[in-house]
């Protein structure tokens, strides 16, 4: 138990110091442009990758960048792609909203809020003709639940029985506006059965249950049975932008989410299993590094090349 | 590549039999392609042209809900996986309630992953007006699609080409949006060379020959267009009318070349005129340094809404007369 909860600690550790390390660049100018982080959100997308295999496709959102590493994408070519260079994961054409590396399954991020529910139907559409057992994984935040696309995917997947997961990320946000006031009935799983699918409410902040759930709904999508609605219950420990003055908390509310963020909940976890503090703080430093590594190389590459700006437009 | 395609025969083929036809070649050498749309199973198609598919391919030709972001969004999910969809939105106008899944998605795939991802789909649709036809039932929206980069456009207007730009499309590894003209698809049956090579896109038809002016349109208002050739050729006025059922490429040197050599320019199309592509032509050929012995002009649409009423819409789309007057008066000046 304790061995996974330490590979768990160690996948959102690298995740939360990437962002951290994204925050810091940003500020000092190498970053440039919209950054959407997803500092205490790393258990949804460190729980659902561990069960992916190969060959599922993973669509995330512009809050992406946990999903990437945890997906298995490299950290210098994601830090490159930030800093636009010749080696980024999409050579500079993505930046931070719009990463996409097919080769390690996943299929990119989307600066379309709902954006990519459609195409994760078709990626599982695919599967049922190519013989690869696919399934698709999408990913969406609150907000997303009201999107027209997502409704139009939820029944298109279910008519169909296709093996979609719908992963929503439900950080009480919708960019800067509460999904409670945005909705009648603020449980979003509840809407699932309006598509004959199972939907479920899980805490989002516990890698183990998002694991649990998500090889559940996979297992379900596999044998035939469909898409399945997971609401992932979690928090923003940072503004929905850098820079984002978010007014919007209330008093105490910062406090309230720092005591149940996945990280600060999992290190308390792993003393009470009774792992050395110095054992669980090695974790942290180890990806540190990792990251310090990987942002200093990036920093040395070369900038995206202008001669190559109108490159791969058509075939 | 292997050449599966079968041996080139001639069949008389309707402008809708054509496109029956290429779907059916397309389905049978190309394992991956997959049609699909609202209607186009079962029933076949509320034209008909998908008729025969699901029996003769299965669950490769199917019906989905009326939900054009899904079947957008899916096609574009599909082809990245490698298959080859070829959808229908059974009226252009709507795709606008799915544009983010044309223009946000497909016409992005390839150039943001530099070229590791595709979007191999062909989005079969039809447009214009015919009578009758309400006002969100009768828009000519190639001009929107053809302001997107990264997307391919074409408007067959005969039944040759609806076969062969159908088949250029689907082969194409680009997302392909095939704009086809529902008035046309019950029309004439004409001899149609089926089963040829898969031809390149682009490309122009010269449909009149003539040297007092340049006439460049596309789609089925060609067909008033080379009507009102005929007419004028009478009076002693020569049109040249060229076809331009490729957009995206577009073929502007066969453009300019002509209007060099006729000194004047006319853009027929039935789109309204206020950001139409005719103004890109246009553009083009004066961009290009053409002298032309009169300003050109625009032939389409008045910038109106589209009525249902026969009476109404007969005034507004341009007719073989009107287009007839208007090159005239360029050709001869003074008032049209």
Redesign the interface.
């Given at each position: 138990m304790s061995e996974r909860r330490l590979a768990d600690l160690q996948a959102m550790w690298r995740i939360r110091a990437f962002e951290e390390k994204v925050r810091d660049l940003r500020a000092e100018g190498p970053i440039v442009g919209s950054v959407h982080l997803c500092i205490g959100q790393e258990a949804i997308a460190v729980g659902a990758c561990d069960v992916l295999e190969p060959e599922d496709a993973l669509f995330a959102t512009y809050r992406g960048h946990g999903w990437a590493i945890a997906r298995g994408v490299p950290l210098e070519p994601l830090f490159a792609e930030l800093m636009g260079r010749a080696n980024g994961v999409n050579g500079g054409r993505g930046g931070s909203a719009y990463f996409t590396a097919a080769e390690y399954g996943f299929h990119g991020e989307n600066s379309i809020v709902g954006g990519g529910a459609p195409i994760a139907c078709g990626a599982a559409l695919a599967g049922r003709f190519d013989g690869s057992g696919r399934s698709a994984v999408t990913v969406f935040g609150d907000g997303a639940m009201n999107q027209g696309a997502v409704h139009e995917a939820m029944n298109f997947a279910s008519a169909f029985d296709l093996p979609v997961v719908f992963i929503c990320e439900n950080n009480r946000y919708s960019e800067l506006t509460p999904i409670a006031d945005m909705v009648r009935g603020s449980r979003l799983a509840d809407r699932a059965a309006a598509y004959g699918m199972p939907g479920h409410r899980i805490d989002g902040n516990d890698a183990e249950s998002v694991r649990f759930h998500v090889r559940d709904a996979l297992e379900i999508a596999r044998e035939g049975g469909g898409p399945t609605l997971l609401e992932c219950m979690t928090e923003r420990l940072v503004g929905h932008y850098i820079g984002d003055a978010e007014n919007y908390r209330r008093p105490g509310e910062m406090d309230r989410i720092r005591r149940r963020e996945p990280i600060a909940r999992l290190r308390q976890a792993l003393l009470a299993d009774g792992v050395p503090a110095g054992e669980i703080d090695a974790v942290e430093a180890g990806a540190r590094a990792e990251i310090e590594a990987a942002a200093a190389a990036a920093l040395t590459a070369p900038f995206a090349d202008p001669a190559t700006a109108r490159e791969h437009l058509y075939a | 590549m292997p050449d599966t395609s079968p041996t080139p025969e001639t069949r008389k083929l309707s402008y809708g039999e054509a496109v029956n036809a290429a779907l059916h070649r397309l389905m049978e050498e190309l394992p991956?392609t997959?049609v699909y749309g609202e209607d186009v199973g079962v029933p076949g198609g509320v034209f008909g042209v998908t008729r025969g598919l699901r029996k003769q391919h299965g669950?490769?030709a199917f019906d989905?809900?009326i939900?054009?972001?899904?079947i957008?969004?899916?096609?574009?999910?599909?082809?990245?996986?490698?298959?080859r969809?070829i959808v229908e939105i059974m009226w252009a106008d709507f795709s606008l309630?799915?544009l983010?899944?044309i223009v946000?998605?497909a016409a992005?795939v390839?150039?943001?992953?530099?070229?590791?991802?595709?979007a191999?789909l062909t989005i079969r649709t039809q447009q214009g007006n015919a009578p009758g036809a309400c006002a969100q039932h009768s828009q000519c929206l190639e001009a929107l699609f053809l302001h997107v980069?990264?997307l391919?456009v074409c408007m067959p207007s005969t039944p040759q080409d609806a076969y062969d730009l159908l088949v250029t499309a689907v082969h194409?590894?680009?997302p392909v949006l095939v704009i086809e003209n529902r008035t046309l698809y019950f029309g004439a049956k004409e001899e149609v060379v089926v089963g040829g090579p898969v031809l390149p896109m682009g490309g122009v038809r010269e449909r009149h020959a003539g040297s007092d002016a340049t006439v460049v349109t596309w789609g089925s208002i060609t067909h008033r267009a080379v009507e009102a050739a005929e007419a004028l050729a009478r009076e002693g006025i020569g049109l040249h009318v060229i076809e331009t059922p490729w957009l995206n490429p577009f073929d502007t040197g066969t453009v300019i070349a002509s209007a060099r050599r006729t000194g004047r320019l006319a853009v027929v199309h039935e789109a309204n005129v206020t950001g139409g592509f005719g103004a890109e032509v246009v553009a083009r050929v004066a961009g290009a340094g053409v002298t032309l012995q009169a300003p050109p002009i625009r032939v389409g649409a008045p910038d109106v809404r589209m009525p249902a009423a026969p009476t109404l819409a007969q005034v507004l789309v341009p007719d073989a007369d009107r287009i007839a007057g208007e090159v005239r008066a360029l050709v001869r000046g003074g008032s049209r």
């Open positions: - | 991956e997959l669950d490769r989905t809900p939900s054009e972001s899904a957008l969004g899916s096609a574009v999910g599909a082809a990245m996986m490698g298959r969809p309630v799915a983010d899944q946000n998605q992005n390839r150039y943001v992953s530099g070229g590791r991802l595709r191999p980069p990264g391919r194409s590894d680009d």
